[in-house]
């Protein structure tokens, strides 16, 4: 049984940073990628980026519109996700999820970023 849990989200000023964690419990294999999205009030979830599962090697892939502010990364050893997050923007402030293995896989429940004042 699979287990994700995203933290970090908070309160982040306008062009401000904010690193966000997914730490992964259960097996992974090379066959199952690592992805962000995020999902405003009254919006659909949108992708943000994907990369390889833990020790693997292939492609990492953003969003058009993420590729410039956001960049994902992996600890291995630690079985954890990254996606750091600079340039906050008002359209930034959303609930961002983490997903083992594509948008069929496994979910986490969510951490929410806001836009602080």
């Known amino acids: 049984q699979m287990q994700l849990v995203e933290n970090g989200g908070g309160s982040v000023q306008t062009g401000g940073s904010l690193k966000l964690s997914c730490a992964v419990t259960?097996?992974?294999?090379?066959?199952?990628?690592l992805g962000w999205y995020r999902q405003a009030p009254g919006k659909e979830r949108e992708f943000v980026a994907a990369?390889?599962?833990?020790?693997?090697?292939?492609?990492?892939v953003y969003a058009d519109s993420m590729r410039d502010r956001f960049t994902i990364s992996r600890a291995h050893a630690e079985n954890i996700l990254y996606l750091q997050k600079t340039i906050q923007k008002a359209a930034d402030a959303a609930i961002y999820y983490c997903?083992?293995?594509?948008?069929?896989?496994?979910w986490g429940r969510g951490t929410q970023v806001t836009n602080s004042t």
């Open positions: 259960g097996r992974t294999t090379c066959t199952d990628r």
């Open positions: 990369l390889p599962g833990f020790w693997c090697s292939g492609a990492t």
């Open positions: 997903d083992v293995g594509g948008p069929s896989g496994c």
